[in-house]
């Protein structure tokens, strides 16, 4: 049984916009950190956005203005919103969730931003 499930991602024009969730088991959903990494071909995995138990964001530099990321806890999901989307949004998006000592992962979705 999957603990992350991922949902969203696709294909978009360059300005367009699009919506990943990730829902996360309830035995996790307590957790200290639930975000959002990517890793395009050829490049490390990075932090996109981060939500915190406290309701604490951090955004990369690149996606600031951007991407929201926000949560509903009655479903147990993250969300993040992915707006004015350019060619080098482009990447496998990982959902993550950080609890006490343990670092969760999701399948990954692709992004992919191009005319």
């Known amino acids: 049984q999957r603990q992350l499930v991922e949902s969203g991602g696709g294909l978009v024009q360059p300005g367009g916009s699009l919506s990943l969730s990730c829902a996360a088991s309830r035995s996790i959903f307590s957790f200290n950190a639930m975000g959002w990494y990517r890793q395009a071909p050829g490049k490390e995995r990075e932090l996109v956005a981060e939500?915190?138990?406290?309701?604490?964001?951090n955004y990369a530099d690149s996606v600031k203005g951007r991407f929201t990321i926000s949560r509903d806890n009655a479903k147990n999901t993250v969300y993040l919103q992915m707006n004015s989307l350019k060619p080098e949004d482009t990447a496998v998006y990982y959902c993550?969730?950080?609890?006490?000592?343990?670092?969760?992962w999701g399948q990954g979705t692709q992004v992919t931003v191009s005319s």
């Open positions: 993550n969730l950080k609890k006490d000592i343990f670092n969760y």
């Open positions: 939500i915190t138990s406290g309701g604490g964001t």
